[in-house]
């Protein structure tokens, strides 16, 4: 979260590396799930908050007061989920009734979403000339040396300005 979110809140688009473990050498399935959860938080956090009267319930304050309860408000359910983020993986439940679920984690969490999905998962089919190119590439890629791949990760190799390529 600490590189996924300034890169979400700079307006960054695109970003890479979701699930890569060891400078992106590994993959996990879980720690992929965990950061598409990740990244919907972040995006959650640029949206920001619309502050006005309807957000702000203003009516329901004046009707409802500061000593009773919103829960049951027809605004809360209206708009409850629309503010705020409910992960799907992150442990929120009380202590007593997750240990009697079995205690799991996130990542036990996100690790079932994984095996859920792969388990379900019929991949389209790809259109034979796409799948052709796709080969050559993924050949071509893989007969490069691995010094090229780390080509541009010396602090020497990595002045782009024009001058200099």
Same mark, same amino acid.
């Given at each position: 979260?600490?590189?996924?979110?300034?890169?979400?809140?700079?307006?960054?688009?695109?970003?890479?590396?979701?699930?890569?473990?060891?400078?992106?050498?590994?993959?996990?399935?879980?720690?992929?799930?965990?950061?598409d959860e990740l990244a919907g938080m972040a995006l959650r956090v640029k949206r920001g908050i619309?502050?006005? $009267?309807?957000? =702000?319930?203003?009516?329901?304050? *004046?009707?409802?007061? #500061?000593?009773?309860?919103?829960?049951? $408000?027809?605004?809360? =359910? !209206?708009? #409850?989920?629309?503010?705020?983020?409910? +992960? %799907? #993986? =992150?442990? %929120?439940?009380?202590?007593?009734?997750?240990?009697?679920?079995?205690?799991?984690?996130?990542?036990?969490?996100? *690790?079932?979403?994984? %095996?859920?999905?792969?388990?379900?998962? !019929?991949? *389209? !089919?790809?259109?034979?000339?796409?799948?052709?190119?796709? $080969?050559?590439? *993924?050949?071509?890629?893989?007969?490069? +040396?691995?010094?090229?791949?780390?080509?541009?990760?010396?602090?020497?190799? !990595?002045? #782009?300005?024009?001058?200099?390529?």
């Amino acid at each position: 979260m600490s590189t996924l979110l300034p890169a979400v809140l700079s307006g960054v688009h695109y970003i890479t590396c979701a699930g890569t473990l060891d400078s992106s050498m590994l993959e996990s399935d879980a720690l992929l799930v965990m950061d598409d959860e990740l990244a919907g938080m972040a995006l959650r956090v640029k949206r920001g908050i619309d502050v006005n $009267e309807t957000t =702000m319930a203003m009516d329901v304050v *004046r009707k409802v007061g #500061f000593s009773s309860n919103y829960i049951t $408000e027809k605004h809360t =359910m !209206q708009n #409850f989920r629309k503010e705020h983020y409910l +992960p %799907r #993986f =992150m442990v %929120r439940q009380p202590y007593e009734s997750w240990v009697g679920e079995g205690s799991k984690s996130a990542m036990d969490n996100a *690790r079932e979403k994984a %095996r859920d999905i792969l388990a379900r998962h !019929q991949p *389209r !089919q790809l259109d034979p000339a796409i799948a052709g190119e796709l $080969e050559t590439y *993924r050949k071509q890629v893989g007969e490069r +040396p691995m010094e090229e791949l780390y080509k541009y990760e010396t602090p020497e190799t !990595q002045d #782009f300005r024009s001058e200099n390529l």
